[in-house]
């Protein structure tokens, strides 16, 4: 695919029709690599996430889909995922164009992932078992019938990996969907709202309106009443947003928020896969990763040779342009973004942090006019410090050190995050204990970023609300019913 593939000009769909804002409103999608313009977008005004909501209404009240038998709609949406294969090629370079993933994850990891949120919940329905309880003369059972429409809200990191964790649930189940995703990265999902049309998707079951928050075109999806869910990923403070706007109407709500997550090394732990783990878990796709382990916590009797690997390891990631499959790491999504990484690590050495590698915005030839930070890794804080508990969302690893067990788990649930914990040791008796007691939604053992789209997944505190994966994405977009027969 070359430049010329990309849609120069993206609108909202609503129903069956492509549109623009209703007032003209437009905002731009840059390449991060260089900051050139990609692309020009419907900025959404409330009229239309309103309008939105009514197309996916219609299509709820009076459409076939939430009247399709399971395996009717499964096949749709086999349709579908077979279609994103077909496209796997340009899904992937528009990913990478429009938020600076290098192509490797957006070719190997994240559109197959598309393909594979698809597939796996259009069969899960079928698949899931039911409950029924006879007891003498009555028999019980549950049905599962689609809660209705559904406001999905994503975020830039994952775009279409992301939005099509909300949408591919939301449809298996029968639901419809009005699907915002970030502004920062429009592409994919408008290229996707197409190929699933095109594969047999029926109009109004699938709405896109792109532009942002507040009064804007989110506003409606969170506060009309008309919602039946509203699943949303995203920060932390958003959330509240959200949460807030849906309370008046008792809308549920599933969040998928931030993270600071501790990535526990132990003097037990094999290194050879502990240091090149832990640098996935920071610097794999920039840090912009809520699942990140960007709280580092080593042993302290083995945490100068753990650094010096770690550190030496992080000096040779390449990071350069996200199109060439050498590279490691692109560049961070926006500048304002970039800012703001930046703004952390000064205010970490404000803090007392010593920065062993990294912690200069990349400006050379490779680099130029792109949003580039490099690997860096800092020491020398505690846990208080801000930087180690505020999420940064970007390259910077915080490197706190500890003795024993207990101080470990004390640090890494000491966090008003708890979205995932990461550990690496030998002793399974330990994993397993600190499995049970870490505030966390995931825990990794001698692993990282592993999903079973069965398990659940979300977060504690700060980092989530409900759970979302196989039965618990069940649980959010149906309205379970208890059914009781005298028989
Ligand atoms: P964000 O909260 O700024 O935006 C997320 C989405 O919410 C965007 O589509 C945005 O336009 C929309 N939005 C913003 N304000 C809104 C409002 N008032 N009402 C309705 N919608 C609104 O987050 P981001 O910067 O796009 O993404 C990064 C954040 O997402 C990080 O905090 C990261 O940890 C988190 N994240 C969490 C998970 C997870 O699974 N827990 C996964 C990926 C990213």
Not at 241 to 266: D, Y
């Amino acid at each position: 695919m070359t430049t010329t593939d990309i849609p120069r000009t993206v609108r909202h769909l609503i129903g069956e029709n492509w549109v623009d804002a209703s007032d003209g409103s437009t905002f731009e999608s840059l390449d991060p690599h260089d900051g050139s313009l990609l692309a020009t977008v419907a900025r959404g005004t409330a009229e239309d996430g309103s309008a939105a909501i009514d197309a996916a209404r219609v299509a709820f009240d009076d459409g076939p889909w939430p009247q399709m038998s399971p395996k009717e709609r499964a096949a749709i949406l086999h349709s579908v995922a077979d279609a994103v294969d077909d496209h796997r090629d340009e899904l992937a370079l528009l990913e990478t164009r429009d938020g600076g993933k290098t192509i490797t994850q957006s070719l190997h990891a994240e559109i197959p992932r598309v393909a594979h949120n698809l597939r796996f919940f259009a069969d899960y329905v079928s698949m899931a078992a039911n409950e029924a309880y006879p007891d003498g003369d009555l028999l019980s059972y549950v049905l599962y019938p689609p809660a209705g429409v559904v406001s999905a809200i994503s975020p830039w990191n994952a775009p279409l990996m992301l939005a099509t964790w909300k949408v591919a649930p939301a449809l298996a189940f029968g639901n419809t969907v009005v699907l915002k995703p970030a502004p920062q990265t429009p592409l994919t999902a408008h290229r996707f709202a197409e190929i699933a049309l095109e594969a047999g998707l029926p109009a109004g079951v699938l709405n896109v309106v792109h532009g942002f928050g507040g009064d804007e075109v989110a506003g409606p999806l969170t506060a009309d009443p008309r919602v039946d869910r509203i699943t949303f990923t995203g920060s932390s403070a958003t959330g509240v947003h959200i949460l807030r706007a849906a309370a008046a109407n008792h809308t549920p709500v599933s969040a998928e928020m931030g993270g600071k997550s501790a990535n526990i090394i132990f003097e037990d732990a094999d290194l050879d896969v502990a240091v090149p783990m832990s640098i996935r878990a920071i610097f794999g796709g920039n840090g912009q990763v809520c699942l990140s382990g960007s709280r580092l916590l080593v042993q302290n009797s083995i945490r100068e040779e753990f650094l010096a690997r770690f550190a030496e390891e992080a000096g040779k990631l390449v990071v350069g342009d996200p199109k060439d499959p050498d590279t490691f790491m692109g560049p961070l999504i926006e500048q304002r973004h970039l800012e703001k990484v930046a703004g952390y690590v000064e205010l970490a050495q404000e803090e007392g942090g010593k920065v062993i590698t990294g912690g200069e915005r990349l400006t050379g030839p490779a680099h130029a006019g792109g949003f580039y930070y490099p690997p860096t890794v800092i020491t020398g804080l505690t846990n208080d410090s801000q930087t180690a508990r505020e999420e940064i969302f970007g390259p910077v690893e915080t490197v706190l050190g500890f003795d024993t067990e207990d101080e470990a788990l004390r640090i890494a649930n000491d966090s008003p995050y708890g979205l995932a914990g990461i550990l690496f040791t030998d002793n399974l008796n330990r994993a397993h204990r600190l499995a049970a007691r870490w505030k966390a939604g995931t825990v990794w053992i001698n692993t990282f970023f592993e999903r079973d789209l069965r398990l659940p997944f979300g977060g504690e505190g700060i980092s989530g609300l409900g759970r979302e994966g196989g039965q618990y994405s069940r649980e959010f977009f149906t309205e379970p019913r208890a059914v009781t027969i005298r028989l």
